[in-house]
C-alpha cells in the first residue's frame, strides 16, 4: 500500500546556515586507517611523499570539509613528539588504545601536508590521557606560533617554515568512559580542560577548543558529566563533543531505522544540558555542539576479537556497510542538517578502512563503501540555509520508540542560485510512499532532479570489484509530486518554473 506524506518549506522558515564542518570526518592510528589507508608507500597508486592517490581522489570527491586527527582513543596515550623529525629516529610504540604497535612513520607534518593534497582542514586532538596541560601549550606553539622559539623552531627544523594555523582544538577524547587511558571523573575532567583551554588560548587567542561530553547517550554519566563539565569550564570552551554509533545486532530494520530519533533526543537533551548551565552562569555566551564522532559501528565486532594483539596495521573496526546502513546514514544526516542552529561540526567516524566509507586494498586501490553516498549528497547538496520542514506521513512503533515517522527530511536552500535542496529517507522497507511539496513563499518550484540509492536489498554491499549500491537519477516530471520508493534515500533539486 502506497504511504502518503507531505513536506511545507518556506523561504523564511530558517533553522540558520549549515556550518561546512558539518560535513567532516576523523582519522585515527587504529587499524589501517593511517598505515595501508591514506598512507601506503609501497602501493602503485602512492605518490612522492607515500599517499594513496586513490584514496586522495575518493577525500577530494567526497568533499570532505575537515578530518579530525591523530584519535580517538589513540590520542589519550599519544605523545606527539614520537611523530615529528627524522623518520629513522622516531620510535617504535605499544600502542595501549588498540593493543597495536605503532612505528610513527607517519606523524603532525605528514598530516598536516597529506590534508593539504586532499583539500581538508584540520580538527587537531590533544592528549589530556597520560598528559596535560603541559605537552598541549607546546604542541600548540609547534603547530601556530610564528617563530623565534623553542617548539616554533623546532617546527621549523623538522621542515615546516610557516606554523600549521591549526583553528579547532578538541581537548582529549571520550574522557568519561573507563576504558578511556586515563579516564577522569567529571570534577577532574572539568578542571583539567579549563586548565588546558585557557593556556591554549593564551598560546594562540584564535584557536576554538572542543571538551568531551559524553562518549554516547547511553553512559550512566550522560546528563551529569556534561553540566559538571560546563560548571568548571563553561566560559573556556567553546564546543561539547558528542559521539554516538548505531547498531543493528539483532537484525530488527525498524528500530535500526528508528536510529535518527535517538540521535534527535541526543542533540535535543545535550542542548538543554548547555542551556541549562548558561542559566545558572548568568551568561549570554552560547556553547555549541561539536558530533565529532558519528556512524554505524557493529559488523567488525566478532571479526576483531580474532586479531591478535601488537601487530601493525591490524585490519580492525573494518566494517563492511550494507544499504540499510547507508539508509540510516542518510537519516542521521538529515538529523544533522536539522540541528545546524546548534550543531556546528560533524565527522562522519571514520573516513578510511575503519568504520569507514572508503576502502582499500592491499595494492593500494579504493573503492567506495554505501554510506559513501548519502554522506556524498549531502556534502554536496546540503551548503547553505538549512529550512525548517512542516512534514505530515505515517507513523510505525517499533521495539525502541512508539512513533517513528516514516519520513525523515531536511531542505536546504541556496541563496546564491534561488535552488532548494530536499533530502528524503522512506523508511517503510515494503512501501512506496507519495511526496508533495508545498513551497508556499518560494513562488512556482517543481522537480527538477531526482537522485535516488535504493536501498530495498537491505543487506547489499559493495566491494573492490563490484559496485552493488549506487545512486541513479530518476525522470522528474517538473511537478511538486513524486514516489520515494520503500527503503530509499532521496536528493530532490527544486527550481522556479521558467
Ligand atoms: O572511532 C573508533 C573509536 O570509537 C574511537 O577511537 C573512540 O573515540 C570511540 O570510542
Not at 594483539?309 to 542538517?337: F, H, K, R
Not at 532532479?449 to 537491505?458: E, I, P, Q, S, W
Not at 514516489?483 to 532521496?490: D, E, I, Q, T
Request: glycine share 8%; net charge negative.
Amino acid at each position: 500500500m502506497m504511504k502518503e506524506s507531505k513536506i511545507i518549506l518556506d523561504r523564511d522558515y530558517q533553522i540558520g546556515k549549515v556550518d561546512e564542518r558539518l560535513f567532516s570526518s576523523f582519522i585515527e592510528h587504529l587499524g589501517r586507517s593511517v598505515y595501508g589507508g591514506i598512507y601506503q608507500p609501497d602501493c602503485p597508486y602512492s605518490d612522492k611523499k607515500g599517499f594513496n592517490t586513490q584514496v586522495l581522489r575518493l577525500v577530494r570527491d567526497l568533499k570532505v570539509s575537515m578530518v579530525r586527527y591523530p584519535g580517538g582513543n589513540f590520542v589519550s596515550g599519544f605523545n606527539w613528539e614520537d611523530g615529528i623529525g627524522p623518520k629513522e629516529k622516531r620510535p617504535r610504540r605499544l600502542e595501549l588504545a588498540w593493543k597495536s604497535i605503532e612505528t610513527n612513520q607517519f606523524g603532525l607534518h605528514e598530516f598536516v601536508d597529506w590534508a593539504k593534497e586532499a583539500d581538508v582542514g584540520v580538527m587537531m586532538a590533544v592528549n589530556l590521557g597520560t598528559r596535560g596541560v603541559d605537552a598541549a601549550r607546546n604542541l600548540l606553539e609547534y603547530c601556530n606560533h610564528d617563530g623565534g622559539t623553542y617548539y616554533s623552531e623546532l617546527r621549523k627544523r623538522n621542515g615546516s617554515e610557516r606554523p600549521f594555523g591549526i583553528k579547532l582544538w578538541c581537548l582529549g577524547n571520550e574522557m568519561d568512559g573507563p576504558w578511556q587511558i586515563g579516564h577522569k571523573t567529571a570534577d577532574e575532567y572539568g578542571r583539567l580542560v579549563n586548565e588546558t583551554a585557557k593556556v591554549m588560548k593564551t598560546v594562540d587567542p584564535s584557536v576554538e577548543v572542543v571538551a568531551c561530553g559524553s562518549s554516547n547517550s547511553d553512559m550512566p554519566t550522560f546528563g551529569s558529566w556534561e553540566s559538571t563539565v560546563l560548571s568548571h569550564a563553561y566560559d573556556a570552551i567553546d564546543y561539547l563533543s558528542l559521539h554516538q554509533y548505531y547498531r543493528n545486532d539483532d537484525d530488527d530494520p525498524a528500530s535500526f531505522l528508528s536510529s535518527s530519533t535517538t540521535m534527535d533526543r541526543f542533540i535535543g537533551s545535550v542542548i538543554s544540558t548547555c542551556d541549562y548551565v548558561k542559566t545558572l552562569k548568568r551568561t549570554d555566551k552560547k556553547i555549541y555542539l561539536s558530533f565529532d564522532e558519528w556512524n554505524v559501528w557493529f559488523h567488525s565486532n566478532v571479526q576483531d576479537k580474532k586479531i591478535p594483539d601488537w601487530s601493525e596495521a591490524p585490519a580492525l573496526l573494518e566494517d563492511i556497510y550494507d544499504a540499510e546502513d547507508a539508509l540510516v546514514v542518510g537519516t542521521l544526516l538529515i538529523t544533522l542538517l536539522r540541528h545546524v542552529d546548534r550543531v556546528k561540526v560533524a565527522c562522519l567516524a571514520q573516513l578510511v578502512n575503519v568504520i569507514a566509507p572508503i576502502m582499500t586494498e592491499k595494492d593500494g586501490k579504493a573503492w567506495l563503501q554505501t554510506i559513501a553516498y548519502p554522506f556524498l549528497h549531502a556534502s554536496l547538496y546540503g551548503r547553505g540555509v538549512s529550512l525548517m520542514p512542516v512534514t505530515k506521513c505515517e507513523t510505525y512503533g517499533c521495539s525502541r520508540y512508539a512513533d517513528v515517522p516514516y519520513l525523515d527530511c531536511a531542505a536546504v536552500y541556496h541563496p546564491e542560485d534561488g535552488s532548494v535542496t530536499v533530502f528524503a529517507v522512506n523508511k517503510s522497507i515494503d512501501a512506496p510512499m507519495e511526496l508533495s511539496l508545498d513551497l508556499r513563499s518560494f513562488g512556482k518550484y517543481g522537480i527538477t532532479g531526482h537522485t535516488v540509492l535504493d536501498c530495498a536489498d537491505l543487506h547489499a554491499t559493495n566491494g573492490p570489484e563490484k559496485i552493488t549500491v549506487k545512486p541513479f537519477e530518476e525522470k522528474p516530471d517538473g511537478s511538486l509530486k513524486t514516489v520515494l520508493r520503500p527503503a530509499s534515500w532521496n536528493v530532490l533539486q527544486l527550481r522556479e518554473h521558467p
